[in-house]
């Protein structure tokens, strides 16, 4: 009798909740983002049945956009029984932002990157923007991204680059250094299938200029290299991440693959390359985010001195140099505590201590070459980041690293927002 009297009163509880309807969604606290872009992108409507784990799922999203600093959700009977209104709670970023990034090693290397960029263009939470860079030589590009032109699901960007840089070529044991032009228009794609899963689909159209600078020379090296190419490009992502102002828990995983076409198939044939970056984030108590990301990354073979894997300052491996190396795949590891030493109001000071290690399999080799100690690097560190917890992005960071690796260098990384 007892279970048939609680089977009762679930059914009942189901009868009861499946009759709770959403009279109206109503936004409040939102200025610049307007309310039907909140509400395109929400699944809680006016006559949908409240469910809690729905609004749940909304909020998380919202708090991930970039014009959003904070959301949360109150719910409040309506005027007629079983109907209530869905309030839901917005704490906006101000997303007009300018970004730099320096780096230098103590060979008085320095390189920095300044850019500006508007993450909420038009109350859409469309990013536009670009970049001045100097590495001895000037770039710049243009960047346009609105993952939800045309729906909640459905988008488009457009980018623009002009980058020149001086790139180390290694071949024979030996180095040369080019001046290196990448002029490239991109189109992409962007459709999100539901809450945790997107695709990025597109073609980018690019021009590779190398010319001879210093160093060692091959007759199998040209000094002068012009050629066009058509790269095709497909990325999918997996994010179940949740933010929290400076703090982040859960996973999420991003692969990228690239077909690239070139119109020189002798000097440059074609390849394919496709790397996956899984990134895990768990909080610490109440101040504290361990950050993990792996990355795994394998190209073509091909034995040439203008492999596609860099070891970076600014990508991978932080106090190890800008650009000194290169590899057709790359096992790279990034991993940190980060630690609130203060916080008050809009403001939060955080240190980190982290671990970058990462090897390289040469141009045309095995992949016993990441075990060889020549193509392992690993660099622990420590750094600070200033963070302003209403302005998106604004986080400020710096970062000492320390090879322990033989033939090491140490050097800073300055950057804006976390370095993954």
């Known amino acids: 009798m007892k279970q048939i009297l609680i089977l009762f009163l679930v059914l ?43 609004i749940e799922e ?50 008085d290397e320095f390189a920095y990157r300044l850019g500006l960029y508007e993450f909420n263009l038009f109350g859409q939470n469309i990013t536009f923007g670009g970049f001045y860079q100097k590495d001895i030589y000037d770039s710049y590009a243009f960047n346009f ?43 992409l794609g962007l459709y999100r299938f539901n809450f945790t899963n997107r695709i990025e689909l597109g073609v980018n159209f690019f021009t590779e200029d190398y010319q001879y600078k210093s160093g060692a020379t091959s ?25 929290d102002y400076q703090y982040v828990e859960g996973f999420r995983s991003i692969f990228n693959f690239q077909y690239v076409h070139s119109r020189d198939e002798e000097q440059l044939p074609d390849f394919l390359i496709g790397w996956n970056d899984f990134q895990y984030y768990e909080r610490v108590g109440k101040k504290g985010n361990w950050a993990s990301r792996i990355r795994l990354g394998i190209a073509t073979n091909d034995d040439t001195p203008f492999a596609p894997f860099a070891v970076d300052n600014n990508l991978n491996i932080r106090g190890v140099g800008n650009l000194i190396d290169r590899g057709t795949a790359a096992i790279v590891v990034n991993t940190e505590y980060r630690h609130t030493l203060y916080e008050k109001g809009w403001f939060a000071l955080q240190g980190n201590a982290f671990v970058d290690a990462g090897s390289w399999r040469n141009p045309g080799g095995d992949l016993g070459d990441f075990a060889d100690a020549q193509n392992l690097r690993v660099y622990p560190g420590f750094g600070l980041r200033f963070i302003h917890k209403k302005i998106f992005n604004a986080i400020f960071r710096i970062d000492y690293g320390i090879g322990i690796t033989p033939d090491s260098t140490q050097g800073f990384v300055f950057g804006i927002g976390q370095y993954f």
């Open 219 to 243: 007759p199998n090296v040209p000094q002068e290299l012009k050629v066009d190419k058509l790269l095709c490009k497909f990325i999918y992502e997996y994010n179940n991440l949740n933010y």
């Open 145 to 187: 991204r609105a993952p939800f032109l045309f729906s909640r699901k459905l988008g488009l960007a457009i980018n623009y680059q002009d980058l020149t840089t001086q790139e180390p070529v290694f071949f024979n044991n030996t180095t040369a250094d080019y001046r290196y032009n990448n002029r490239s228009f991109e189109v």
């Open 12 to 54: 009942f509880s189901s009868i009861s909740y499946a009759q709770n309807k959403v009279t109206d969604l109503k936004v409040q606290g939102n200025k610049k983002l307007k309310t039907s872009f909140i509400k395109k992108m929400s699944f809680i409507k006016s006559g949908v049945a409240l469910d809690s784990s729905v």
């Open 58 to 107: 909304d909020i998380k999203l919202l708090k991930r956009l970039p014009s959003i600093a904070h959301a949360y959700y109150q719910v409040f009977p309506a005027e007629k029984e079983n109907e209530y209104n869905v309030f839901y709670n917005i704490e906006e970023n101000f997303t007009i932002i300018p970004s730099a990034n320096v780096y230098t090693t103590n060979d």
